[in-house]
């Protein structure tokens, strides 16, 4: 059963400053999704990694891949209050019919 | 609208009754989802789509039945609404693989229910 841990599931940020979030699963997979979602509001996609070693930046969030450690990392560069939210990460399998597996996701809050 | 819509958004009903949530995509997209979000659970699958006429039971299918017979609507019926069954309900749906090397899901805005 695949299996993906998401940590801290909380994380107080101070503006400015650089975070860096995770995001484990627990059966090979080459390929991670990360989704934001704000409060009362749907999940929006962030970036989609296919492969090992892939790289996404959007703003100051840069995403990585590294599938032999079944681990993707968001990288928060100087927070600001616009990046408070929640963020998922999602892993699917070959041959699992386009299900994706999420974590239980990670809500960022920015204070001055 | 283009996109992935979900009707209603918001919705108070009484234990017992049957409710439907609607489900409706404009981009022809093979696969659609069913989830639920709850504090403390994340997002759980209820149930998928892969085509018109072929549905399948996700993690949490039990007290709700799902039907396909268009490829654009998905709708999700609770036949018997129990009040566990309070939640956001979130529809997705996401391209055949072989036109993408991604199964990215899009997300419809949710349906807020309630049931009393």
């Known amino acids: 059963e695949l299996k993906v841990e998401q940590n801290p599931l909380f994380l107080s940020m101070q503006e400015g400053k650089n975070y860096t979030i995770y995001c484990n699963y627990s059966?090979?997979?080459?390929?991670l999704y990360w989704y934001r979602q704000d409060p009362g509001k749907s999940l929006e996609s962030l970036f989609v990694?296919?492969?090992?070693?892939a790289v996404k930046q959007e703003g100051r969030l840069m995403a990585s891949l590294d599938t032999k450690a079944r681990l993707s990392t968001l990288h928060i560069t100087a927070a600001v209050h616009d990046l408070s939210a929640t963020y998922f990460c999602?892993?699917?399998?070959?041959?699992?019919?386009?299900?994706?597996?999420f974590g239980k996701g990670i809500t960022l809050s920015v204070r001055p | 609208d283009a996109g992935i819509t979900q009707s209603p958004r918001y919705k108070i009903t009484e234990t017992g009754r049957q409710v439907t949530l609607m489900c409706h995509q404009t981009w022809s997209h093979s696969y659609m989802f069913w989830y639920r979000q709850d504090l403390g659970h994340g997002l759980r699958l209820i149930y998928y789509s892969a085509a018109a006429d072929i549905t399948d039971k996700g993690e949490v299918p039990d007290g709700y039945v799902v039907s396909r017979s268009k490829t654009e609507n998905f709708p999700l019926t609770l036949e018997s609404a129990t009040r566990s069954q309070t939640s956001v309900y979130f529809c997705?749906?996401?391209?055949?693989?072989?036109?993408?090397?991604?199964?990215?899901?899009?997300f419809g805005p949710g349906t807020r229910l309630t049931v009393t």
């Open positions: 999602a892993v699917d399998l070959p041959g699992a019919n386009s299900k994706l597996t």
């Open positions: 059966t090979t997979s080459d390929r």
């Open positions: 990694l296919l492969s090992n070693g």
């Open positions: 997705a749906s996401s391209p055949y693989a072989s036109t993408s090397s991604s199964y990215e899901q899009y």
